[in-house]
């Protein structure tokens, strides 16, 4: 619903839908929280990464903002593959390209039955010479009530 930027590849996962596989949360207030852990290792050598965060409060009003789909979501530098999804999940395989190295994995997002919340994840990860890379990605959503303003 939101952007997963990470430091070295930016990742946004702005909203999912497909004709045949979406899924929906309800309008209103919505808190969420995003993390992003990077693992980056050169030569065997563990790099000293520090994972980011990302706290938003956003009124979700129209139906394109409460609309989850693979049409809608943006994931720069990835492309997505092999969607499958229900009425409370849709997950997906995402092949991306950072600094000439491929990564492959999957993401998923769950909603509530009652629509009122959210979680997701997120892991991809690859390898080239001597770097490899691993990216996971948490992502949760709850709705705080009503828009105001």
């Known amino acids: 619903m939101r952007e997963f930027v990470i430091g070295l590849v930016s990742i946004a996962v702005a909203g999912f839908a497909s004709a045949q596989e979406a899924i929906t949360v309800n309008k209103g207030s919505w808190d969420t929280t995003l993390s992003m852990l990077p693992e980056l290792s050169v030569f065997g050598v563990l790099q000293d990464m520090d994972p980011e965060f990302e706290f938003t409060t956003e009124c979700w ?22 969607t499958r999804g229900s009425e409370s999940h849709l997950s997906f395989d995402l092949v991306c ?4 190295i491929e990564l ?4 998923l997002i769950v909603v509530a039955p009652d629509r009122n919340s959210l979680q997701g994840s997120m892991v991809i990860e690859g390898e080239a010479e001597s770097v490899s890379i691993r990216m996971v990605g948490l992502f949760s959503g709850y709705k705080t009530g009503a828009c105001t303003g």
């Open 61 to 82: 009003a129209s139906e394109e903002d409460t609309r989850l789909d693979v049409e809608t979501i943006g994931i720069d530098n990835c492309d997505v593959l092999d």
């Open 97 to 100: 390209e950072m600094e000439g």
């Open 104 to 107: 492959e994995g999957d993401a």
